[in-house]
Every structure is written in structure tokens, then in C-alpha cells.
């Protein structure tokens, strides 16, 4: 799968990714917010990457490296899984380089994941969970007409706000 925006090229991740992949989940300020063992070494990461695929090939997850169309490298995730069982709800996921923050790089990746989980998967809901504190991640959902639920929980995530985005029917 791929999908193509003004300056970004959302892909499947493969192998050849490791290196990415290593540099993107072991970084300390995306990790900042999140709870997660990061990848110490490629080979973690491949294993991560092998994970993804099978998840994907199994339609668990739909899981893309972002690149800027004149890079190869990724430079951030996108993803929507965790599908309700009548596959009419999902979350989103999302990570960025922090080199590539504010620039407007997340925004336009997150507006075509969720026409693809709208439009082409039919959703009638996607979730996002982000930590409290981060500034950037709420924005950038509120500036997506995500709603704050907030009498909802993360179960298990105290500092996480919960918000979500309905289909408009």
C-alpha cells in the first residue's frame, strides 16, 4: 500500500527500513510521551519490522513509513490498528522525527490516513491516545476536529487523554 500527498510518500515498511525504524522508536523525544521498550540495536528493530508485516499481511494493522518524495529515508509512522471486532473503529499512531516538527509534516499524513480509514476502510470512528503533556500531539488533533472525550480512559495509561474523530455521515 501507498499513498501519496503534496510532499510525502506513505509506505509500507520492509526491511530495508531497519535502520529508520531503529533511529524513529529509540528516539528519546518521541519516547518522552509514550511507554515502550525502544529497539537497541537493528536487529530489534528488523524483528519489529517482521512483526509489522505479518500484522499487516493478516489486515491487523495498517502500518506506513513516511518519507518526503525526494527521500527514500522514513522520517516517522503513521498507523491505524486496534480495530473494533465489526472493523468500523480503529486507532491512529502516529511519530515523527523531531527535526521534522512543525513544519507540517504529521498534518498532512494524519488528513490522508483518515480519508484511507474513512473512505476506503469505511470506519465510522478513529481513536487517537496521546500523553497529556504532549502539546504537539493534542494540536495536531484538535486541528483535525478530533473531540477530547473526556469522561473516556486509556486503560492501563493514566496520563493518556483519549479523543476521537466520527465519520461525517
Known amino acids: 500500500m501507498r499513498i501519496e500527498t503534496e510532499r510525502l510518500i506513505l509506505k509500507e515498511i520492509n ?16 519516547n518522552r510521551f509514550l511507554k515502550r ?3 537497541q540495536t537493528n536487529y530489534e528493530a528488523l524483528s519489529f ?3 509489522i508485516k505479518q500484522r499487516t499481511a493478516n489486515k491487523e494493522t495498517f502500518y506506513l513509513g513516511i518519507s518526503l518524495k525526494n527521500q527514500t529515508n522514513l522520517i516517522g509512522t503513521i498507523c491505524l490498528y486496534r480495530f473494533s471486532e465489526d472493523r468500523k473503529e480503529a486507532e491512529v499512531g502516529y511519530e515523527l522525527l523531531p527535526d521534522y516538527h512543525r513544519k507540517g ?5 494524519l488528513k490522508a490516513v483518515l480519508n484511507f480509514g474513512f473512505n ?8 487517537a491516545f496521546t500523553n497529556k503533556f504532549n502539546e504537539n500531539s493534542k494540536s495536531l488533533l484538535l486541528k483535525h476536529q478530533f473531540i477530547l472525550e473526556e469522561g473516556r480512559k486509556d486503560e492501563g495509561f493514566p ?11
Request: proline share 4%; no cysteine.
Open 15 to 30: 526491511e530495508n527500513h531497519a535502520e529508520d525504524i531503529l533511529k524513529i522508536r529509540s528516539n528519546v523525544e518521541i
Open 49 to 51: 519490522i517482521l512483526t
Open 159 to 169: 496520563e493518556n487523554l483519549v479523543f476521537s474523530l466520527r465519520k461525517n455521515m
Open 105 to 109: 509534516i504529521m498534518s498532512e499524513a
Open 37 to 39: 521498550n525502544p529497539p
Open 120 to 127: 476506503e476502510l469505511y470506519l465510522d470512528e478513529i481513536l
